[in-house]
């Protein structure tokens, strides 16, 4: 019987994009997503997405495994890291990555980031491209946001300012 994993430490909380357009919304919506939802999943040696949390343009947000087990979604840094996708970062298929999340989104997103950082003290939260760069160098980043200024802002957060 094939199952999850534990993950027996956090160092990091990983930021993902779906790389999506903006009038993708949703987690079915999502070709990748939706064709490992059916059959293909088992074939690739996946249990289900490899994200831990993916949040949609209206906010909502979406549990896929268990925070606590491993997750399947930067190589290499799996057994240590918890994931966070935001739907979208695309405005055309194919296209630079552009910051077109919305604020329900980062309100969201940096909730969620101030919570596991509650439950995993000293864990770092990075973008997916700061820990991981991709073999072709011409990829946008992924998530294609001002990391540093997502960490100014979840400080605020965690002081009480939401922006």
Same mark, same amino acid.
């Given at each position: 019987?094939?199952?999850?994993?534990?993950?027996?430490?956090?160092?990091?909380?990983?930021?993902?994009?779906?790389?999506?357009?903006?009038?993708?919304?949703?987690? =079915?919506?999502? !070709?990748?997503?939706?064709?490992?939802? %059916?059959?293909? @999943? &088992?074939?690739?040696?996946?249990? $289900? *997405?490899?994200?831990?949390?993916?949040?949609?343009?209206?906010?909502?947000?979406? =549990?896929?495994? !268990?925070?606590?087990?491993?997750?399947? %979604?930067?190589? @290499? &840094?799996?057994?240590?890291?918890? $994931? *966070?996708?935001?739907?979208?970062?695309?405005?055309?298929?194919?296209?630079?990555?552009?910051?077109?999340?919305?604020?329900?989104?980062?309100?969201?997103?940096? @909730?969620?980031?101030?919570?596991?950082?509650?439950?995993?003290?000293?864990?770092?939260?990075?973008?997916?491209?700061?820990?991981?760069?991709?073999?072709?160098?011409?990829?946008?980043?992924?998530?294609?946001?001002?990391?540093?200024?997502?960490?100014?802002?979840?400080?605020?957060?965690?002081?009480?300012?939401?922006?």
């Amino acid at each position: 019987m094939i199952r999850y994993k534990d993950r027996k430490s956090t160092k990091l909380i990983i930021l993902h994009d779906s790389h999506t357009l903006p009038e993708v919304c949703n987690i =079915e919506d999502v !070709p990748r997503w939706a064709v490992l939802a %059916h059959k293909q @999943g &088992l074939k690739m040696g996946l249990l $289900s *997405i490899g994200y831990h949390y993916i949040i949609e343009r209206d906010g909502t947000e979406v =549990e896929c495994r !268990p925070v606590d087990q491993i997750g399947s %979604h930067t190589p @290499g &840094l799996n057994l240590e890291s918890v $994931s *966070i996708c935001l739907v979208g970062g695309r405005e055309e298929i194919g296209g630079i990555g552009v910051d077109n999340f919305t604020r329900d989104q980062r309100i969201k997103a940096l @909730g969620r980031c101030h919570q596991l950082l509650q439950k995993y003290p000293g864990a770092k939260v990075v973008g997916h491209s700061e820990v991981q760069r991709y073999r072709r160098r011409d990829t946008p980043p992924c998530p294609p946001i001002d990391m540093d200024l997502f960490r100014e802002d979840l400080k605020l957060y965690a002081q009480g300012i939401v922006l």
